[in-house]
């Protein structure tokens, strides 16, 4: 240690000006150059953007169009459309989108309309110690395994469970409810609720305390001021939570795969079955299609509201 | 004005940016893990015409050469497995003898063993225990290994029946060792069946709506099949699983009839008997594994075999295409086949050995267990057993108007679930 100790400062200053020297060159040369700045800048992060997202993507939608041997399974490069014929001719798959459809957008309304006084009590009513607690209320199932939290609710549903205990020790009866649709979409209110709340709570944060005061002032009631001034200030944030939401709803599988019963059929099921267990990748690559495309739907229409307006 | 636009925007990219943020995490959490279900492919039956039964098919990996001697063992072996297959009973003195470490991958249904076996390339797995049903899909798509069966001497001991059986064995050439065979079985509550149901009709009957639980699997058609062979003898069903057109067609009407009657399509084995234990279902159709597990938590669990007959499975340890530890492998086929083994996975899991020999064993194990699972007798015990095998547009006798598989996967997921 001593003995190196006297050398090093000296070999430290040597390489520092060759570094510096060198460094310098670089940067007055990026610095002369903007073009040169921005392709470096920006190449890594967009060559892992199009290798890992767009190019998988890319192969997701050309296997598609390919299709498996029934009795081997071994994929078939011949290109067909049967896939997306199977799909928009059998009634059961079309059932199951619409059932799929149909759920994503009870719970993206749900979790809305709970998640919007929530919000509002967070932004503007509860002291700052008690919204740092409704905080971490709301992003403390989110640290939590997805896998705990589902099968939490399975012992709630389940035949002489929470909640039969509960009701049933009111008096109210026997809910069964495991392995229903309706259990389905109360787990899935409850998993989705904080992707709500959360942009929701920023929107209305940011609506200027005046702004309900001059509603007031010219005599809007509670109902007139929220209808008129916070709802259309909001939407935006609205927007963005239902957003997730809905896509969350549209492409989960395990939800209803421990909590559904013999109708919980849905786009994510489909997919899972026949990737998982039947190994017929192109048929769920056909059927993975689908819910891009109700998205794509799904955000025009969003963008026609207005919603992307201020983005 | 100006002031509040600009706010809107940053109320927007807020929100955005959480939502980016809350999307990744959601994805990650929804991509941990899941259990196995079955169930299957669709769709491919506009091309299910193609299949023509084995006739012109070859297995491409007949001419593999075999291992001529077993040498020294990897350490390791990755095994696919039914549930309760791999126990520790038997798991850990085969590590302890040979230092081959075994790595478990558990499978639900037969279409997950295939599917396993498919994209693990052949090479990432070195064996799996598939079922009659599976094993000829599995060695057609070139993903099963020739075996020497002279380096398997306890094979010569099974029942003639499993010494060269048409599931695993082509043109002479093995490509795996037999292994157990049992029924599929009628599970009830003895509380709730003070008499105990001695039919399958239990499983079709609405008095039980909302109280049955049967296999998510395709297979499961074969099942209906033979209750219909049964009770239906206009139908003229032979074979529960050579299906003409019509036979096939009442079979999936009687399931999608059923239907309604379901609690719960069972995936795993595991998922059947929490079922039971919490009391979400009373009478179902599942394996021995699940009845003896109940039984071993003391719950007032019944089986039976009913009047009709039960669909079953003869197993295989196949040997896979590109077996990265074939020592191992080679051990792990030795040792399982002897008659001390088999006898202890048969008492264990409840099924019936293949090797002749382990009747006095599993007595000792436990007394009486050998006639119970009829490994005393299996020849006319298994008369009365339909054991699963792959449903080929090829009947037996020549003619090709028989529904293949993928039929049955498709009628499986799009009228019957």
């Keep these: 240690m001593t003995s190196t100790a006297g050398t090093r400062p000296k070999e430290q200053g040597h390489n520092q000006v060759i570094r510096n020297g060198w460094l310098l060159r670089l940067s007055t040369a990026l610095w002369r150059r903007p073009w040169a700045r921005a392709s470096l800048l920006l190449t890594p992060p967009l060559a892992w953007f199009l ?72 932004a503007r009513v509860a002291a700052p110690r008690t919204r740092t607690a409704l905080f971490v209320a709301i992003l403390l199932p989110l640290w939590a395994s997805y896998l705990a939290k589902v099968y939490s609710w399975v012992l709630i549903f389940t035949n002489h469970g929470f909640l039969d205990w509960v009701v049933g020790g009111l008096g109210l009866g026997h809910p069964q409810l495991i392995y229903t649709n309706v259990a389905v979409y109360a787990v899935f209110c409850y998993l989705w609720l904080p992707f709500m709340i959360i942009p929701v709570y920023a929107a209305l944060e940011r609506v200027p305390s005046s702004l309900i005061e001059a509603s007031q002032d010219l005599g809007g009631r509670t109902w007139r001021t929220t209808r008129s001034v916070l709802l259309p200030l909001v939407l935006p944030g609205i927007v963005a939570g239902s957003i997730f939401t809905f896509s969350l709803t549209l492409g989960d599988y395990i939800t209803p795969l421990l909590i559904g019963g013999t109708s919980a059929n849905f786009i994510g099921n489909i997919i899972y079955t026949n990737i998982g267990i039947a190994n017929n990748v192109p048929f769920a690559a056909a059927m993975a299609v689908v819910p891009i495309v109700i998205m794509g739907i799904y955000l025009t229409i969003a963008r026609a509201l207005g919603a992307f307006e201020a983005l | 004005m100006q002031i509040f636009t600009r706010r809107r925007t940053a109320v927007s990219a807020v929100a955005a940016g959480f939502a980016a943020l809350s999307f990744t995490v959601a994805a990650c959490s929804s991509g941990s893990s899941a259990p196995a279900a079955s169930g299957g492919t669709a769709g491919s039956g506009s091309s299910a015409s193609q299949q023509a039964g084995t006739a012109g098919l070859t297995v491409p990996t007949a ?31 085969f590590e302890q003898q040979t230092g081959c470490t075994i790595n478990a991958k558990y499978a639900g249904s037969s279409d997950e063993m295939v599917s396993l076996m498919k994209n693990g390339g052949g090479g990432q797995y070195d064996m799996v225990s598939s079922s009659g049903d599976a094993d000829l899909r599995i060695l057609y798509a070139g993903d099963a290994h020739p075996v020497n069966m002279s380096l398997i001497p306890a094979a010569k001991d099974f029942f003639p029946a499993f010494q060269a059986p048409s599931f695993n064995t082509v043109n002479g050439v093995h490509y795996g060792v037999s292994l157990q065979w049992g029924p599929n079985v009628l599970m009830y509550n003895t509380k709730d069946f003070t008499t105990a149901p001695t039919t399958w009709s239990v499983l079709y009957n609405s008095k039980y709506k909302g109280q049955i639980t049967v296999p998510d699997n395709p297979i499961q058609i074969a099942d209906a099949a033979l209750y219909l062979e049964k009770t239906k003898a206009s139908l003229g069903i032979t074979d529960p699983y050579e299906l003409t057109q019509p036979q096939f067609q009442a079979a999936v009407a009687l399931l999608a009839g059923q239907k309604p009657l379901i609690k719960k399509y069972w995936a795993l084995a595991s998922e059947e008997i929490s079922d039971f234990q919490n009391g979400n279902v009373i009478v179902g159709a599942g394996w021995p594994y699940q009845v003896s597990t109940l039984k071993a938590a003391k719950f007032p669990i019944g089986s039976t075999v009913p009047a009709e007959g039960a669909t079953g499975w003869a197993d295989t340890w196949m040997l896979a295409a590109k077996a990265p530890h074939p020592n191992c492998a080679y051990m792990w086929m030795q040792y399982i086949s002897t008659p001390q083994v088999q006898a202890k996975q048969a008492v264990t899991y409840g099924e019936t050995p293949d090797n002749a020999k382990a009747c006095p064993y599993m007595d000792k194990l436990q007394a009486g267990s050998c006639a119970e699972y009829h490994a005393n007798a299996p020849a006319s015990y298994l008369a009365s057993i339909s054991l699963w095998k792959t449903p080929l547009a090829t009947c037996d006798n020549g003619q090709t108007n028989c529904v293949p598989y993928a039929d049955w996967v498709t009628a499986w997921n799009t009228q019957v679930k």
């Design chain 1, 51 to 122: 290798l890992v997202y767009v190019a998988s993507l890319v192969v997701l939608l050309v296997t598609a169009f390919w299709t498996v041997n029934p009795f081997t399974s071994n994929i078939e490069q011949t290109w067909t459309l049967s896939n997306f014929q199977a799909i928009f001719t059998t009634p059961a798959y079309l059932s199951d989108i619409a059932q799929t459809v149909g759920m994503a957008a009870a719970v993206t309304v749900t979790d809305a309309v709970i998640a919007f006084p929530f919000a509002y009590f967070m």
């Design chain 2, 63 to 93: 001419n593999l050469p075999v291992l001529q001697s077993v040498g020294k063992g990897e350490g390791q072996l990755n095994l696919i497995a039914w549930e309760g297959y791999l126990d520790p009973s038997w798991v850990k003195p």
